[in-house]
T-cell receptor, first 113, second 111 residues
Framework: DGGITQSPKYLFRKEGQNVTLSCEQNLNHDAMYWYRQDPGQGLRLIYY???????QKGDIAEGYSVSREKKESFPLTVTSAQKNPTAFYLC????????????FGPGTRLTVT | GNSVTQMEGPVTLSEEAFLTINCTYTATGYPSLFWYVQYPGEGLQLLLK?????DKGSNKGFEATYRKETTSFHLEKGSVQVSDSAVYFC??????????FGTGTSLTVIP
């Protein structure tokens, strides 16, 4: 089955530690995205990548970093510089062309204490 | 800039009631429009889409029509079920391939 996997589903970290969230897709999509979702709120774009070895900051990139070394993988690192990292993180992918939707992974809930 | 505005929630309906969730957008050119559904603790799933003016997207009894004259894409369902309880997001993809999401509308259907 084609799709997007995110692991782990739940992640717990101590304040001051960096943590990396995994996102893998086998849909052969060029573009990948990371969103943050806080309780009762919509999606906020952190980073996106339209092609391998290239990525762009979204609306709330501060305190986060990404890499795109392979087409199928787009890991997100939440650094200790992120002031309020506890949130639900969603990865998505899409193919090019205005007509096409994003496909979303199941999400990772990160809790930092 | 481009944006999506959808009605505030939460919305609570009795089973078999009629549902409308309003969505309006601002965009240049001819964006594609989408409705996504999110169940608790899960990612977003595409519910339906429309890629040009006057197109009607439909799926699982839900419908939405792309109205360019009113820049709207309202979601409707004639008879909701308890299993429709979820958060619904309206979204657009513009001609520059950027995605914009509404803030989501929480729907609870009571038996």
């Amino acid at each position: 089955d084609g799709g997007i996997t995110q692991s782990p589903k739940y992640l717990f970290r101590k304040e001051g530690q960096n943590v990396t969230l995994s996102c893998e897709q086998n849909l052969n999509h060029d573009a990948m995205y990371w969103y943050r979702q806080d309780p009762g709120q919509g999606l906020r774009l952190i980073y996106y990548s339209q092609i391998v070895n290239d990525f762009q900051k979204g609306d709330i990139a501060e305190g986060y970093s990404v890499s795109r070394e392979k087409k199928e993988s787009f890991p997100l690192t939440v650094t200790s510089a992120q002031k309020n990292p506890t949130a639900f993180y969603l990865c998505a992918s899409s193919i090019g062309g205005t007509r096409y939707e994003q496909y979303f992974g199941p999400g990772t809930r990160l809790t930092v204490t | 800039g481009n944006s999506v505005t959808q009605m505030e929630g939460p919305v609570t309906l009795s089973e078999e009631a009629f549902l409308t969730i309003n969505c309006t957008y601002t965009a240049t050119g001819y964006p594609s429009l989408f409705w996504y559904v999110q169940y608790p603790g899960e990612g977003l799933q595409l519910l339906l889409k429309a890629t040009k003016a006057d197109d009607k997207g439909s799926n699982k009894g839900f419908e939405a029509t792309y109205r360019k004259e009113t820049t709207s894409f309202h979601l409707e369902k004639g008879s909701v079920q308890v299993s429709d309880s979820a958060v619904y997001f309206c979204a657009l993809r513009d001609t520059g391939n950027q995605f914009y999401f509404g803030t989501g509308t929480s729907l609870t259907v009571i038996p």
